[in-house]
């Protein structure tokens, strides 16, 4: 069996070629991660029986898992797993019934609602922590030029509030003119992500914000018309909302930002319990 580095040369996804191209180590790692779906495990060994209509080389042995529940509370992972799943199926009748609900509305609700599931289950304080994913649905026709602008927008005012979270502030004492180019922070400004419907095509599309240019890099297109890729479209789109939980529990346990602390706000009566 190739080695995992070996596998990644093989895909076009090495560090070495994605490290060239410019690419942080946080974008590197997504990219990977979906580009080796089906080449590693990404599921618990406690959904092998109750999604046995997946491959079973997607499952591992224990339960500490990419694509999981962080609590243990596997039942809801699978629940939350399957409607994502769903979400292409639904998307194409939408098309067929001639519904109101556009496909790309579909994909809106379906990814919006595990996004939620993930962030219960990463036991953050919601009412805190600062979004790294935005999840955007246009019109059939819209044009490409107009869906980039709006994801630069959404993502440039993510990246505004952490850096104003992260700002430095001087002693109001100094009255020295602080520079821009003296303006410190005290944790690095993360790479944000921004998943974009429309009608059946759905792109994944990065920010980096220490990126003079402040252009979008696109990532990744699926096409949920192509039936025979459900399974393997919403791993992808699994795998970027799980790849945020975890950026944001390492950010919460590193800065404080979005972390729970008893007392804050009052207490929520879990849906997940």
Same mark, same amino acid.
């Given at each position: ?8 040369e093989?895909?076009?996804?090495s560090? /070495?070629e994605?490290?060239? /191209? ?5 974008? &590197?790692?997504?990219?990977q991660?979906i ?15 109750s999604?046995r209509?997946?491959?079973? /080389? ?21 629940? @939350? !797993?399957n ?6 199926s639904?998307?194409?009748?939408a ?41 955007i @649905? ?13 994801a ?17 502030l001087h002693?109001t ?12 922070y ?19 599309? @990065? ?8 252009? &979008? ?6 096409d949920?018309?192509?039936?025979d890729?459900?399974?393997?479209? @919403?791993?992808a789109?699994? &795998?970027?909302?799980?790849?945020v ?13 979005? !972390?729970r602390?008893p007392g804050q706000?009052?207490e929520?009566?879990?849906?997940d319990?």
């Open positions: 069996i190739p080695s995992l580095p070996t596998q990644q093989a895909l076009g996804v560090d /070495a994605l490290r060239a /191209a410019g690419f942080d180590d946080d974008h &590197i790692t997504l990219v991660k580009k080796m779906r089906g080449h590693e495990t990404l599921l618990p060994s406690a959904l092998r029986y999604l209509h997946l491959p079973d /080389a997607l499952f591992a042995t224990g339960n500490s898992t990419f694509i999981s529940s962080v609590r243990g509370l596997h039942a809801n992972s699978e629940n @939350a !797993l409607r994502l799943i769903d979400t292409a639904y998307a194409r009748d098309i067929l019934s001639g519904c109101r609900t556009r496909p790309e509305i579909v994909v809106l609700r379906r990814v919006r609602e595990y996004l939620r599931w993930a962030m219960r289950d990463s036991q953050l304080e919601q009412r805190t922590l600062i979004p790294l994913l935005t999840v @649905a246009k019109p059939a026709g819209t044009p490409h030029a107009t869906l980039e602008t709006i630069t927008h959404r993502l440039e005012k993510l990246a505004s509030r952490y850096r104003r979270a992260f700002l430095v002693s004492e100094s009255s020295t003119p602080v520079s821009q180019a003296s303006v410190q005290s944790y690095p400004t993360p790479t944000l992500y921004a998943i974009i419907a429309s009608h059946t095509i759905v792109a994944l599309v @990065a920010y980096t914000p220490h990126d003079e240019s402040r252009k &979008i890099t696109p990532m990744a297109f699926f949920l018309t192509q039936v890729y459900d399974v393997w479209n @919403a791993l789109l699994a &795998i970027v909302v799980c790849h939980r975890s950026v944001l529990v390492t950010i919460a346990e590193e800065t404080g930002l979005g !972390l602390v706000f009052p929520e009566e879990d849906p319990l």
